[in-house]
Structures are given as C-alpha cells and as structure tokens.
C-alpha cells in the first residue's frame, strides 16, 4: 500500500512539472525579462542625451524625437545606431509600443 502511495504521489509531481513546462512553450516569442523591464542596455543614464542628439539628428521633428528617445534611452539604456532604423539591436528600445500599437521609440 505504501508503494502505491508513494507512485501516486511521484505520478502527481511529475504531471505538475509537465504542466508548468507546456506553459512556458505556449510563449516562445516572449522577450526576456531584462528587456520588459528595461536596463537591458549598456549605456548610462548620462549618455542617453549625447546618443539622442544623434539619433534625431537627420529628423525635421526633433522635439518629439528628442522627447521620445531620452525617455526610451533612460528605460532601456540603449540608442540603436544610425537615424533610423536598426532596432533590431535594442529590443526593449524596439518592443516598447503606444496603446495603439504603434512603436513609441524613435
């Protein structure tokens, strides 16, 4: 009887483990953690103003631009490089989105 028990129980913990792992493969195209939250970058606070000025160097609304970038630059701690383009290299910078849905880092 006690044999019995102790497989119930084994069966229990294991079919609990398979259930937590199916969960975690039904979001394979989540970012990590360190991008959700940010400070997924190598810049310091410091540089984000510098790294600003030249990513909104080549646009006709800097303001906006400048605006938009120090705030994602403080939270993700990284500038992609060039004016445009190449998010690719930030990914906290890339999946920060308006509520509309539209990416809200320039």
Known sequence: ???LIVVFI??????AIQFSNAEELERPCEAPAI???GRGGSLRPEECPAECQRRCSETSHK????FYCNKCCNTCLCV??????HKEE???YDNWRT????PKCP
Request: with cysteine; aromatic share 6%; hydrophobic share 30%.
């Open 1 to 3: 009887m006690a044999k």
């Open 10 to 15: 084994v069966s229990c913990l294991l079919l």
């Open 35 to 37: 991008y959700k939250m």
């Open 63 to 66: 303001k906006p631009c400048l």
């Open 80 to 85: 992609p490089s060039g004016t445009y383009g």
């Open 90 to 92: 930030c990914p906290c």
């Open 99 to 102: 509520k509309e849905g539209g």
